[in-house]
């Protein structure tokens, strides 16, 4: 079975707990929730009046309060419930989150974006995703959980990558959402003519299983404009980019934080090398 590590760094919301358990359920995934706090908020017990000393119940730390959301998430539907559970021991290096995910052969690492977090340190997200072999989904704080439904591969196609072409398919699929390719030229590459970039397009798509898969050529020079066209004119709910390739740079700068780039209030899916 398929397994999604679940990063909590004190910035726990319904939206990201919604989000992971929705991707579980649609691929039939296990979820691992692993802390990369240094330290752990934890909420003070509640004492019954007269009584000192006796706790209604045991203080709560961030990990608990996640796993709980998740559980009550959970048994609220009567499908598939995928197994939640928590890793052992706390990390605190990006390193260590890399080999775990190895280790258990994750199929997506996931984690929230936000500027605030409960930690008094987290996990460098762009050393994380420098040592991944699967893919990372940031997930925007104010995200309300809802499904995902239109898929964008922003890339130049002419290095379309068949592979996480052929992940986002089983995806797609699972979830019965859509999938486009988004054609941006490469910086310093002159762009494709419409007739070679459906050529090029219709050649991927025949080592696809059957999907919902559209083709979008982008004319717009510059590349925020174009964003917000596919994220407010054409309503993408997730947005792929590999790391350091084609216009990661150009959208998410010189180096992966936990604050995603104004403008983008979507969750990013970034794939490895």
């Not at 290096?93 to 974006?113: H, K, Q, Y």
């Not at 995703?129 to 964008?152: M, Q, S």
């Given at each position: 079975?398929k397994?999604?590590?679940?990063?909590?760094?004190?910035?726990?919301?319904?939206?990201?707990?919604?989000m992971?358990?929705q991707?579980?359920?649609?691929?039939r995934?296990?979820i691992l929730?692993?802390?990369?706090?240094y330290?752990?908020?934890?909420?003070p017990?509640?004492?019954l009046?007269g009584t000192?000393?006796?706790?209604?119940r045991?203080?709560?730390?961030?990990?608990?309060?996640?796993?709980?959301?998740?559980?009550?998430?959970?048994?609220?539907y009567?499908?598939?419930?995928?197994t939640v559970?928590?890793?052992?021991?706390?990390?605190?290096?990006a390193?260590i989150?890399?080999?775990l995910?190895?280790?258990?052969?994750c199929w997506?690492v996931?984690?929230?974006?936000?500027e605030?977090?409960?930690?008094q340190?987290?996990?460098?997200?762009?050393?994380?995703?420098?040592?991944?072999?699967?893919p990372?989904?940031?997930?925007?704080e104010n995200?309300a959980?809802?499904?995902?439904?239109?898929?964008?591969?922003?890339?130049?196609?002419?290095?379309?990558?068949?592979?996480?072409?052929?992940y986002?398919a089983?995806?797609?699929i699972?979830?019965q959402a859509?999938?486009?390719l988004?054609?941006?030229?490469?910086?310093g590459l002159a762009p494709?003519v419409?007739s070679?970039?459906?050529?090029?397009?219709?050649?991927?798509?025949r080592?696809?299983?059957?999907?919902?898969?559209?083709?979008?050529?982008?004319r717009?020079p510059?590349?925020h404009r174009?964003?917000d066209?596919?994220?407010?004119?054409?309503?993408s709910?997730?947005?792929?980019?590999?790391?350091?390739?084609?216009h990661?740079?150009?959208?998410?700068?010189?180096?992966?934080t936990?604050?995603l780039p104004?403008?983008?209030?979507?969750?990013?899916?970034?794939?490895?090398?």
């Amino acid at each position: 079975m398929k397994k999604i590590l679940l990063i909590n760094d004190g910035s726990t919301t319904v939206g990201l707990a919604a989000m992971a358990l929705q991707i579980a359920k649609t691929i039939r995934a296990e979820i691992l929730i692993v802390q990369t706090c240094y330290q752990t908020k934890a909420y003070p017990a509640k004492v019954l009046a007269g009584t000192p000393g006796l706790a209604v119940r045991s203080p709560e730390t961030e990990t608990d309060r996640l796993f709980r959301l998740l559980q009550q998430l959970n048994g609220g539907y009567d499908d598939f419930q995928p197994t939640v559970s928590v890793a052992e021991h706390p990390v605190t290096e990006a390193s260590i989150v890399a080999e775990l995910a190895l280790r258990t052969d994750c199929w997506m690492v996931v984690c929230g974006c936000s500027e605030r977090t409960a930690c008094q340190s987290s996990i460098d997200f762009q050393s994380l995703l420098n040592r991944l072999r699967c893919p990372l989904l940031l997930v925007p704080e104010n995200w309300a959980g809802d499904p995902i439904r239109r898929i964008t591969y922003m890339t130049d196609l002419r290095y379309c990558r068949h592979d996480i072409m052929r992940y986002l398919a089983e995806w797609v699929i699972a979830s019965q959402a859509s999938l486009s390719l988004a054609h941006f030229s490469k910086k310093g590459l002159a762009p494709i003519v419409e007739s070679y970039g459906l050529q090029l397009f219709a050649d991927i798509a025949r080592q696809l299983p059957g999907c919902p898969l559209t083709f979008n050529n982008i004319r717009e020079p510059n590349i925020h404009r174009a964003l917000d066209v596919l994220i407010n004119g054409l309503h993408s709910d997730l947005l792929v980019l590999i790391n350091h390739r084609f216009h990661f740079k150009e959208i998410i700068g010189d180096h992966l934080t936990t604050q995603l780039p104004e403008g983008i209030g979507i969750p990013i899916l970034l794939f490895p090398l």
